[in-house]
């Protein structure tokens, strides 16, 4: 994704890439003044939503298997039925026996994990709404398919599930493969009530999430038995039926055993048999199963009331075999079947149906729609089948009965529904308010007391059990170094207690900050991580720089003249980094001072150094993992590159802030943050979970970017990052709320993380002013009116 304007590359630029306003790049939500957010307009007045772009996955045809011929039947019946949505099908692929696709966007060899992630950058990469997946244990990859699984947390658009096997008693794997794409589902479709129940019963399945959607099934006309009967040749014949592969477990050879009680009651009675054996069944065994059929019908001495279609038939000619039929058999012997679109087919044509009671059976043949028979015994099926044929009343009435049932299940329908299903999935497009809405701070407050600020909630709720850190309070610190619209007194009250909290974390016996604190103010550690203290350094030079009070200005510095040479042994990279940013403020108002000069020089030759042994052609980086706060190691090196004129430490700066910036944005446009299941993944990174700290993260350094170059891409990349707060992610979802200031804890695979902790409403606190100092120093070329009141009011 090309994130730039065309004909404009990122770098140190001036004069014609210069922004004319940052309000010429932000899209409007309404007059300027009152902003009001897209949520909030009047449904009449929204614009009508964008056609959706979907990215299917399964078994395609001419893959000869149900899953197959279901997913073919989504592609054929939404195209038709909607022409306006973009389908793409990547179809799971057999590598040793590879077909002919066609109207397929690409194919995934099954069983190899490399063809996977392909795969799923090649979805994202398109930037689809959605990726609807059908599943089946047996169709993917690895123990009982397990290789979905990594596929599934590479995705980046929402997930919606088709199930078409949920196991009353899995294995220990299956149950996990299961819970852990529920996990990762924004919506999942299920054809039976059953599996509905057993999803919420037995998997913790959100009830939200589940949608029954019976299978799909064709519309045609009903009693046209005689006509098709003509075309085959079966003039005068009472048919019986059953299609579909052919495997052990259908309980064929129990209809054969009902047979010669049929036939002697009925001698005119046939039984259509139709179907090629299933290829897994033919690799393992050959056709062993049918010639076991065939020499139990010749024992029985009705081979002759027996007709094989032993092939498989495409939908039009195995409709036209079934219309033929009267009575439609399936006594199949698993009970847990949930699915079976044979028999949603014999329904919707209006076919009298005599079966076992699997789940599906059950489900759709109550009220008289089917009869049910007791599994494994062919004289129940002989007394359901002659019953039917002795009262040809019957008969008519119980397909009349079918057929009408069958109007529930037909394609337009099917389509429909699927439509809903998809759409209920896709994230929403994000409602912005205007830049100029300053965040209330009631939430910073509510999360603080007299000791500092808590670290995480429970949903909104302050929770006091994880008590304290000094990342949190240092963040705190920065942000009553910045906020507008305290009194001075409740600002100054605030910045000493933050204040306070990092001076106590200090301890010089061990020369290294602590971090975490218990609600009763007592240490859990006596050492914190180098990142903490990183940040406690960079906490101090902002202080130093930005404080409104000279008195607290003072005592940062103080702090950190005294604490920054002792801490001159960390090689963690962010750490240094943290620490070079803490430097160069410091340096932006005392161009001289001695421990902050060496703090920049020493981190900026430390992170070239890394760069050169961590890059390569693909991937511009200093390391060979992606982790948290990626963007401040390109920061730190464009402001000390600026505070030390060295023009190479800024390019490298620029040019490794420019790549990072183009990993963490979506096909679509819309911020992608390094996700933190990607943390410890060499050279790759996967979407989820999303957190607000990346976002701030890639503002600010956006920021320092175009304070360098002036370049436009940087604003529009603050800008795109902003956007993720307000639901310019991937799932839609609305993070932060301007009237309290708070902010949720991220974006997950099924949506927002509902908690509010420090980082994420501190991150959210200092984007904002952040993007505001932006707006008042990118120039306003052309503008006036609402833009012009809208910068006076941040200036």
């Known amino acids: 994704m090309n994130l730039m304007p065309r004909d404009e590359e990122p770098g140190r630029k001036s004069g014609s890439d210069k922004v004319r306003s940052i309000f010429d790049v932000i899209p409007s939500s309404g007059d300027a003044e009152t902003g009001p957010l897209e949520a909030n307009r009047p449904e009449a007045d929204r614009p009508a939503p964008r056609p959706l772009h979907i990215a299917l996955v399964g078994n395609f045809a001419p893959r000869k298997c149900g899953i197959a011929t279901f997913t073919t039947d989504i592609f054929e019946k939404l195209r038709e039925f909607h022409p306006e949505i973009t389908l793409d099908v990547h179809a799971l692929d057999d590598p040793d026996h590879r077909l002919d696709y066609r109207e397929v966007t690409g194919t995934i060899a099954c069983n190899d994990p490399e063809d996977y992630a392909r795969a799923a950058r090649q979805i994202n990469e398109a930037g689809v709404d959605a990726v609807w997946v059908q599943h089946e244990y047996g169709i993917f990859g690895g123990e009982d398919g397990e290789m979905v699984l990594d596929f599934v947390d590479r995705l980046a658009a929402p997930l919606v599930l088709t199930l078409h096997t949920v196991l009353s008693d899995p294995s220990e794997r299956q149950r996990k493969i299961l819970r852990h794409l529920i996990a990762r589902a924004s919506r999942i479709m299920v054809m039976s009530h059953h599996s509905r129940n057993l999803l919420e019963s037995e998997y913790d399945a959100p009830p939200r999430i589940l949608e029954v959607i019976e299978h799909g099934a064709p519309d045609r006309p009903f009693g046209r038995q005689d006509e098709f009967k003509e075309q085959l040749g079966l003039d005068g014949r009472k048919v019986l039926m059953t299609f579909g592969l052919l495997s052990r477990g259908k309980g064929l050879e129990h209809a054969i055993r009902a047979l010669p009680a049929i036939v002697a009651r009925h001698p005119e009675v046939i ?463 609305i993070l932060a709320d301007i009237a309290t200031g708070r902010c949720r804890d991220g974006v997950t695979p099924r949506g927002v993380n509902a908690n509010c902790g420090a980082e994420s409403i501190l991150a959210f606190q200092l984007s904002h002013y952040a993007l505001a100092e932006l707006a008042v120093s990118a120039p306003l070329g052309r503008g006036g009116g609402l833009l012009e009141s809208a910068r006076e009011r941040l200036v």
Request: charged share 25%; net charge negative.
């Open 271 to 733: 039984y259509r048999i139709v179907g090629a054996t299933h290829p897994n069944l033919v690799a393992y065994e050959g056709e062993a199963y049918r010639e076991e059929l065939q020499a139990l019908a010749d024992r029985l001495g009705v081979l002759s009331h027996i007709a094989w279609e032993n092939r498989f038939l495409e939908t039009d000619e195995l409709l036209d075999q079934l219309e033929a039929c009267d009575i439609y058999l399936t006594p199949y012997l698993g009970m847990q079947q949930s699915t079976s679109g044979t028999l949603s087919y014999a329904v919707a044509v209006g076919k009298a149906v005599v079966s076992t009671p699997y789940v599906h059976a059950r489900e759709l043949l109550g009220e008289g729609i089917g009869r049910l028979i007791e599994p494994g015994s062919s004289e129940a099926i002989a007394e359901a089948v002659n019953a039917l044929l002795d009262r040809p009343a019957d008969l008519t009435a119980m397909q009349r009965r079918a057929w009408a049932r069958g109007r529930e299940m037909i394609w337009p329908r099917f389509a429909d529904a699927s439509l809903r299903l998809v759409d209920r999935a896709r994230a929403p497009d994000p409602a912005m308010p205007p830049i100029t809405a300053t965040p209330g701070l009631a939430a910073v407050l509510a999360m603080s007391d007299a000791t500092g600020m808590l670290q995480h909630s429970v949903g909104v709720v302050p929770d006091r059990r994880h008590g304290y850190c000094l990342d949190d309070n240092a963040r705190a610190l920065m942000l009553m170094n910045v906020a507008r619209g305290l009194p001075v007194a409740e600002r100054m009250k605030w910045s000493l207690a933050y204040a306070a909290f990092v001076q106590s974390a200090w301890n010089p016996d061990l020369a290294r900050f602590r971090n975490f604190m218990r609600f009763d103010r007592g240490w859990c550690e006596d050492e914190g991580s180098e990142d903490s203290n990183g940040r406690a350094i960079w906490s101090l030079g902002h202080t130093y720089e930005r404080a409104p009070d000279q008195s607290l200005s003072e005592w940062a510095l103080q702090l950190f003249e005294d604490v920054l040479p002792r801490l001159a042994t960390i090689e963690a990279p962010r750490a240094r980094a943290f620490a070079m940013l803490g430097a160069c403020a410091v340096l932006r108002r005392d161009p001289r001072n001695t421990a902050a000069l060496e703090c920049a020089r020493e981190g900026g030759d430390f992170l070239m150094r890394l760069l050169g042994h961590g890059r390569r052609p693909d991937w511009a980086w200093f390391e060979a993992v992606l982790g948290y706060d990626n963007p401040r190691l390109p920061q730190a090196l464009i402001e000390a590159g600026r505070a030390l004129d060295r023009e190479a430490w800024i390019g490298a700066g620029l040019e490794t802030l420019e790549w990072i910036c183009r990993q963490q944005v979506s096909a679509r446009g819309q911020f992608r943050p390094i996700g933190s299941e990607s943390f410890g993944k060499p050279h790759g990174y996967l979407p989820f979970d999303q957190q607000p700290l990346e976002a701030q993260a890639a503002i600010e350094a956006a920021c320092s970017a175009w304070t360098a170059t002036h370049g436009a891409f940087w604003v529009e990349h603050a800008l795109t990052a902003w956007r993720w707060f307000f639901g310019g992610n991937d799932r839609g979802v």
